[in-house]
């Protein structure tokens, strides 16, 4: 595998060129496995934004009028060279998330799948006809570009993130500028990279690195950008409504989620517990899907809990392809979530394993978190309602369906959930009624497939759906046609 190569400072991607912050302001991004300097990235504020939007304004209405079956075509060589790059992107996709190399090209496969699947949208971008109450009238729908689409991502999977937004909002005829996550520059940075290299006109994409408050915020704000397409936090994902909602402008959030997974006493437990293991701890935790509160049948409880606790003390942390998952994003985090394990434990959880950093000479310098499961945590805690986004699951007793059901539906958040049972009653019955998104059963807690619409209900989001087709919807406005014929000209 031949050794990925990027600049010691990343730049930011604007109208084809590669171009540093104005103010030549820089911050330092770590290797989250070693806890080494790995690049210093390009900090932009409102000024590079202006210059970002403003070159994607000036190249929107060309690219809205090349045909989409053309705009597909160069989506799907822009998806192409991406597919030929998989190895050099997964390094970096690795590097700067401390993932193995097998989960970062596992992600890369999907953004390249993503891509394909939406330059074959260019070929339908289907509209609706339909008949007319009045007589010689004809009526259809179009879909329409909104215009500058401002996209902005979190680092937990980077190039998924950058290809879930990029394809959908420019085969629908926008423009877009991409803020990166400040946590995943350099990812954003090569796809900037793969894209400048096709026959995409320049300024149709841009990529702006930086701080959320810095250069997110101006982004949102920007009259000219029509739609915002926002995968993060809900405390994030609230401020962003309110403020595009001032100017009126359509608004898509993916947020957090507390995910259940029910296991019932007639579930093949086995099979429940290599799910549950995958769920909570996959990417370190570091997935909006990943299942957070494992509710657990009483009769089965016991014999359930000690094998999960067991194969979760026996989880490989590390950033090696035999590793099970490697360290969270940054060292912030980390310790947020060390306080907040403790902080439960203080008003009664009792943690089974883990609840503290990886402190041995091979963890330590890298921001590694022990696989962590807590029980005796009530419904109402903090732990039970708030997202950590990290290696930590909690354990919850019911006694039947019923209990199982409403404990799944007790929380602010509704993105996936999933139940472990044989019996169809239970599972026809907990997918029609778990208020989620995403209703799985017997397997993980997973995102979507990318023909798939994702998202969630409550504070999970405000009820778009990206990607699948659904995502059309988000970056395109229909108009309505009318066409009246006159019978006595025929
Ligand atoms: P975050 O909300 O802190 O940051 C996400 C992005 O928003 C970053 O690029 C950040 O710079 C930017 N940002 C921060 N403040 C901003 C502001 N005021 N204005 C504009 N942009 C701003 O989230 P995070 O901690 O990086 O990511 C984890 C969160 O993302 C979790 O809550 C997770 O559940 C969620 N997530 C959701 C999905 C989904 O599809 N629903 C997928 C992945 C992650």
Redesign the pocket.
């Known amino acids: 595998m031949e050794k990925a190569v990027f600049p010691a400072q990343i730049p930011n991607w604007i109208q084809g060129q590669e171009r540093p912050a104005l103010a030549g302001e820089m911050f330092d991004k770590l290797n989250p496995a070693t806890g080494r300097h790995l690049c210093r990235v390009a900090r932009s504020r409102a000024g590079d934004v202006l210059q970002a939007v403003r070159s994607s304004r000036e190249s929107q209405l060309a690219w809205a009028e090349t045909p989409p079956v053309k705009r597909g075509e160069i989506l799907h060589e822009m998806a192409e060279r991406l597919r030929k790059r998989r190895e050099e992107v997964a390094q970096i996709v690795a590097l700067e998330t401390g993932k193995s190399i097998k989960s970062a090209l596992a992600e890369t496969d999907g953004a390249v799948a993503l891509g394909f699947f939406m330059a074959g949208e260019g070929q339908r971008l289907y509209g609706r006809t339909t008949t007319s109450g009045i007589p010689n009238r004809y009526a259809m729908t179009v879909r329409q570009p909104i215009g500058v689409a401002g996209l902005?991502?979190?680092?937990?999977?980077p190039i998924a993130?950058v290809a879930?937004k990029v394809f959908p909002a420019l085969i629908c005829g926008n423009s877009a500028v991409l803020?990166?996550?400040?946590?995943s520059p350099v990812t954003a940075w090569v796809f900037g990279a793969i894209a400048q290299q096709g026959n995409l006109p320049a300024g149709v994409l841009n990529v702006v690195q930086?701080?959320?408050?810095e250069?997110?915020?101006p982004?949102?704000e920007n009259p000219d950008v029509g739609v915002i397409s926002?995968?993060?936090?809900?405390?994030?994902?609230r401020?962003?409504a309110a403020?595009a909602g001032e100017r009126l402008a359509k608004v898509s959030?993916?947020?957090?989620?507390k995910n259940p997974l029910v296991v019932c006493d007639d579930a093949d437990l086995e099979n429940a517990a290599k799910w549950v293991l995958l769920s909570a701890f996959s990417n370190s935790g570091?997935?909006?899907?990943s299942a957070s509160r494992i509710i657990v049948f009483d009769a089965i409880y016991n014999e359930f809990r000690d094998m999960i606790v067991e194969r979760a003390k026996k989880l490989k942390v590390g950033p090696e392809d035999d590793d099970d998952f490697g360290p969270v994003?940054n060292e912030d985090?980390l310790r947020n979530m060390v306080q907040c394990v403790e902080q439960a434990r203080q008003r009664g959880a009792n943690v089974l394993t883990g609840g503290h950093r990886l402190v041995d000479p091979e963890h330590r310098p890298g921001f590694y978190m022990a696989p962590t499961i807590l029980e005796d945590v009530k419904s109402d805690d903090e732990i039970s309602k708030t997202?950590l986004?990290g290696p930590i699951a909690c354990l919850y007793r019911v006694k039947d369906f019923g209990e199982a059901l409403a404990l799944a539906n007790d929380s602010p958040y509704g993105?996936t959930a999933c139940i472990h049972t044989r019996s169809l009653d239970r599972a026809m019955e907990f997918t029609r009624k778990v208020q989620a998104g995403v209703a799985v059963v017997n397997a993980g807690t997973y995102?979507s497939e990318p023909h798939m619409p994702?998202?969630?209900v409550k504070q999970?989001?405000n009820g778009w759906r990206?990607p699948g087709t659904e995502a059309l919807d988000v970056y395109s406005d229909l108009k309505d046609v009318y066409i009246s014929i006159d019978p006595d000209a025929l």
């Open positions: 902005i991502i979190p680092a937990n999977t993130n879930w803020k990166a996550a400040e946590d930086g701080y959320g408050d250069a997110g915020a982004l949102v926002f995968t993060g936090s809900t405390v994030v994902g401020r962003i403020t959030l993916e947020l957090g989620g570091q997935r909006c899907a994003i985090q997202e986004f993105l995102g994702f998202g969630g999970s989001g990206e």
